[in-house]
């Protein structure tokens, strides 16, 4: 069954440094998404991704963040200068078209902020 | 006031015993998942519903448009089943889920 693939599982950086979160989503899928998940909270929602732009982002989704998909199949979350509070389990998630279709939701990376 | 709602927060049982989660929701929707997540984090989609009813082997995902709500149900429950199920809906006019926060499912042998 195909996968959404995150790189790395886990990622340990220093509070002031740049990141990168890496997703390869399954390859006819239209739709991108990161979602987050701070420890013994709910999941929340960061941005959506469509045709090369932003199509929905939350609050949280500030300019400290950026998404791109640099080669046609790579589709990345950075986080520019990280604070503590970015700690969380960041979920990369793709579906094929709009509408009411199924997500496909990758393993997830684990950032730890220190 | 969160736009998703579930209860139970935790739930015990015995194997073998009939399971039910519930869900309900404040907002205008267009579909609502039913979703997996294990110890090692990792989300698995199990159900997505817009109306009715659906099954896919002891799992029955049933929703109620009018009333806001849906449920899960295993039937037979096995210890493999313990994770964190979680509810979360796809509000009408946008692509982003909302998630409830999760009901953590423990089945004891």
């Known amino acids: 069954e195909p996968e959404v693939t995150q790189t790395p599982s886990h990622q340990v950086t220093q509070m002031g440094q740049e990141v990168i979160l890496r997703c390869v989503p399954i390859?006819?899928?239209?739709?991108f998404y990161w979602y987050r998940q701070i420890l013994g909270q709910k999941v929340e929602f960061l941005v959506s991704?469509?045709?090369?732009?932003?199509?929905?982002k939350s609050e949280i989704f500030d300019d400290q963040f950026s998404v791109e998909r640099p080669d046609g199949s790579n589709f990345t979350l950075k986080i520019r200068s990280t604070k503590l509070e970015d700690s969380a389990m960041y979920f990369c998630?793709?579906?094929?078209?709009?509408?009411?279709?199924?997500?496909?939701f990758g393993s997830g990376t684990r950032l730890t902020v220190v | 006031k969160n736009e998703v709602e579930q209860s139970p927060q935790n739930l015990t049982a015995q194997e073998g015993e009939f399971i039910t989660i519930n869900c309900s929701y404040s907002?205008?929707?267009?579909?609502l998942h039913w979703l997996q997540q294990h110890p090692g984090g990792g989300i698995v989609s199990l159900f997505m519903?817009?109306?009715g009813k659906k099954k896919h082997g002891r799992l029955i995902a049933t929703i109620n448009i009018q009333e806001k709500h849906s449920s899960l149900h295993i039937t037979a429950s096995h210890p493999r089943d313990s994770a964190v199920y979680i509810c979360?809906?796809?509000?009408?006019?946008?692509?982003?889920?909302?998630f409830g926060q999760g009901t953590r499912l423990t089945i004891n042998p």
């Open positions: 998630a793709s579906n094929e078209m709009a509408g009411n279709y199924g997500y496909t």
């Open positions: 390859s006819n899928h239209l739709y």
């Open positions: 991704f469509y045709n090369n732009e932003i199509s929905e």
């Open positions: 519903l817009s109306s």
């Open positions: 907002v205008g929707i267009s579909a």
């Open positions: 979360a809906v796809r509000i009408q006019g946008a692509q982003k889920l909302v």
